[in-house]
């Protein structure tokens, strides 16, 4: 059992930069994948970015090269570091976890980029 609690949004001016934490509560962090995904008003729910338990990564394109994820599984967390945000960026970020699928989610957190 995962639960899980995102923060670090807010409102950034385009070019800048968020970095994005989700704390996870529960024993068994290190076996899951941890995903950052993001929704933003008229579009679907975007994978963003996913590590695995053991250090892998991969990125949407649209994020390649200015987002990281990373994880430290000492302190139940997972991390997304957004640089030269944009304003297509905006969106709920949302942390997840799992195995195959995702099967926990955090409540979301805000990030709104200016133009």
């Known amino acids: 059992q995962v639960q899980l609690v995102e923060s670090g949004g807010g409102l950034v001016q385009a070019g800048g930069s968020l970095r994005l934490s989700c704390a996870a509560s529960g024993s068994t962090f290190s076996r899951y994948y941890m995903a950052w995904y993001r929704r933003s008003p008229g579009k679907q729910r975007e994978l963003v970015a996913r590590?695995?338990?053991?250090?892998?990564?991969n990125y949407a394109d649209s994020v390649k090269g200015r987002f990281t994820i990373s994880r430290d599984n000492a302190k139940n967390t997972v991390y997304l570091q957004m640089n030269s945000l944009k304003p297509e960026d905006t969106a709920v970020y949302y942390c997840?976890?799992?195995?195959?699928?995702?099967?926990?989610w955090g409540q979301g957190t805000q990030v709104t980029v200016s133009s």
């Open positions: 997840a976890a799992g195995t195959i699928i995702p099967g926990y």
């Open positions: 590590i695995t338990s053991d250090g892998n990564t």
